[in-house]
């Protein structure tokens, strides 16, 4: 079944510099990528999303890349602040006609230092 | 639009003993997701519907779980005996009827913290 890996699980960044997290899936069907944020105790909550027709996309920033040929899939920040301090967690969606299936990464715990 | 709305926010029990979840996913969300998030860890699909159907229900512990969204609208989440390693955070999810513009995106509600003693 899809598997989706993640990387690192800890990353603690100076402020103001930037932060990648890494992750890679098994399932080359896989064509939607979302990646969350989640804030201690609360949900997780859709910050970027990225499909597989698309290697790059950026939002303010934040950004994403998608390599289909590796199956690997990155969220970058930029410009860090304490605010991004939460677990980031990816994930991998197969789509089918009318419903998807997605699988999560372990979670990356990114702590913005002052 | 009001988000997904899940009860209890938090539930202790002792081992053996039963629990059940609800969800009321956003109006007119097609597709409903139980997850269960272990400490440290990514959610992990536990069942999903479409409607009042079973889409996906392959990791669910269905010797001790059971789910059921009988009018396709809200759902309830089972479980008949609790074991220790089910304290989790059970996380109910919703999204649309898939079109090109939703991107499968999921609405998480606030989830229910269950601790098992």
């Known amino acids: 079944g899809e598997n989706v890996e993640q990387h690192p699980s800890t990353l603690s960044v100076q402020e103001g510099d930037s932060a990648v997290i890494k992750c890679t899936y098994s399932?080359?069907?896989?064509?939607?990528f979302p990646w969350y944020k989640q804030e201690l105790g609360k949900r997780p909550q859709l910050i970027i999303d990225?499909?597989?027709?698309?290697g790059e996309k950026k939002d303010q920033r934040i950004a994403v890349t998608l390599n289909k040929t590796a199956k690997h899939f990155s969220l970058h920040i930029t410009e860090t602040q304490p605010e991004d301090s939460a677990v980031y967690f990816c994930?991998?969606?197969?789509?089918?006609?009318?419903?998807?299936?997605?699988?999560f990464g372990s979670g990356t715990r990114l702590s913005i230092r002052p | 639009e009001a988000g997904v709305a899940q009860s209890p926010r938090y539930k202790i029990i002792e081992k053996r003993q039963s629990v059940a979840f609800w969800c009321n996913p956003i109006?007119?969300?097609?597709?409903l997701y139980w997850y269960q998030q272990i400490l440290g860890q990514g959610p992990k699909l536990l069942i999903q519907?479409?409607?009042?159907?079973?889409?996906?229900d392959s990791q669910l512990p269905k010797d001790r779980f059971s789910a059921e969204r009988l009018k396709g609208v809200d759902s309830t989440l089972k479980i008949q005996p609790a074991k220790l390693e089910d304290s989790a955070v059970y996380l109910c999810?919703?999204?649309?009827?898939?079109?090109?513009?939703?991107?499968?995106?999921?609405?998480f509600g606030p989830g229910t913290r269950l601790t098992v003693t």
């Open positions: 990225i499909r597989s027709n698309v």
């Open positions: 109006s007119g969300h097609a597709t």
């Open positions: 519907f479409q409607n009042n159907g079973v889409v996906d």
């Open positions: 994930a991998a969606s197969i789509s089918y006609s009318s419903a998807s299936k997605i699988i």
């Open positions: 399932d080359s069907a896989s064509n939607y």
């Open positions: 999810a919703s999204s649309p009827t898939r079109t090109s513009q939703n991107l499968d995106e999921q609405y």
